[in-house]
DNA sequence: GCGACAG
DNA sequence: ATCTTGTCGC
């Protein structure tokens, strides 16, 4: 699929007030609200394959299938993204899938022209990503990208900004909060499928103090244990709510902490990172 | 100056 | 993110 706002293509040669204006801008093009056709409920990410008939009893909360272009009873494509880094080369991966199922597969290397800088990964990692999704022949009905969404400190976090740049509805799903502040506290152990709203503070200065940017998300939990797994991070990319980005990847969710198609896109990635690796001769 | 910060 | 063996637990 294709960039639909050339003018929020990520540019690496910018300066780093530009780029905090550019992630200004793109935050206010955002949406954070349902502009989607996909109803979480129809996503089959327990690993067992095609979901049967049972398991489509769920209504259409969000007018699933009601659009032109994507049929009713065929289930949401979620892509999962993200990547892994080979000497000075950003490798990007997606993987898409349908009922659980992969159905592609694509990835790109590209020279990773900035370090990491907190609050502007989207800039090192941004070329690699869309590159990978022009070589994407489907289009998903969503994506889950590695990394923030809206949970930024001018909420427009990776997700945000390739979500925006390509006009496609996604969910910023990270391991660890860049900003915000959770409404209790995560330092404990929480029960799977549990969520804990992430409220914008000090940090976040674009969003009014106590807005709810995202959640914490508990997707796998030990229930015989003391050790407790450490919740996902959750947030609107672009055309999603938090309520509704915590529901997909809930749905995606397949008995490991990351949703599968995040996941599955991580094992990629590192397939392709072993053999960029060798090509580096 | 100190703290704090996705991948 | 990346460099890395074994090891504890379900």
Redesign the pocket.
């Known amino acids: 699929m294709e960039v639909v706002r050339s003018e929020f293509v990520p540019d690496a040669s910018l300066s780093r007030e530009e780029m905090e204006d550019l992630q200004r801008e793109i935050a206010e093009t955002a949406v954070f609200a349902d502009d989607l056709h996909v109803d979480p409920a129809r996503i089959c990410g327990d690993g067992d394959g095609p979901a049967t008939d049972t398991d489509q009893t769920s209504l259409d909360a969000v007018g699933a299938g009601e659009r032109d272009g994507t049929p009713a009873d065929d289930p949401p494509l979620v892509a999962g993204v993200d990547?892994?880094?080979v000497d000075d080369h950003a490798v990007s991966a997606i993987v898409l899938l349908r009922d659980g199922e992969v159905v592609e597969r694509v990835h790109a290397v590209e020279p990773a022209e900035i370090p990491?800088i907190?609050?502007?990964?989207?800039f090192r990692e941004g070329t690699a990503i869309l590159a990978a999704f022009d070589a994407l022949e489907r289009e998903p009905d969503i994506a889950l990208v590695?990394?923030?969404g809206r949970i930024?400190f001018r909420e427009a976090?990776?997700a945000t900004h390739v979500g925006v740049t390509l006009d496609l509805p996604t969910v910023?799903v990270?391991?660890?909060?860049?900003?915000g502040t959770p409404r209790e506290s995560l330092d404990r152990k929480l029960p799977q499928g549990a969520r804990v709203a992430i409220e914008a503070d000090a940090d976040v200065e674009t969003a009014e103090h106590g807005t709810r940017i995202g959640d914490a998300v508990q997707t796998r939990q030990?229930e015989?244990?003391d050790r407790y797994v450490n919740p996902l991070i959750v947030s609107p990319g672009h055309r999603v709510s938090a309520d509704t980005a915590a529901d997909v990847v809930l749905a995606c969710a397949a008995g490991y902490k990351l949703p599968e198609p995040t996941r599955l896109a991580d094992q990629y990635a590192d397939d392709v990172?072993s053999e960029v690796r060798e090509e580096l001769d």
């Open positions: 990547q892994a880094f990491y907190p609050g502007l990964l989207s590695d990394g923030s930024h976090g990776i910023g990270a391991k660890n909060l860049l900003c030990f015989n244990s990172k």
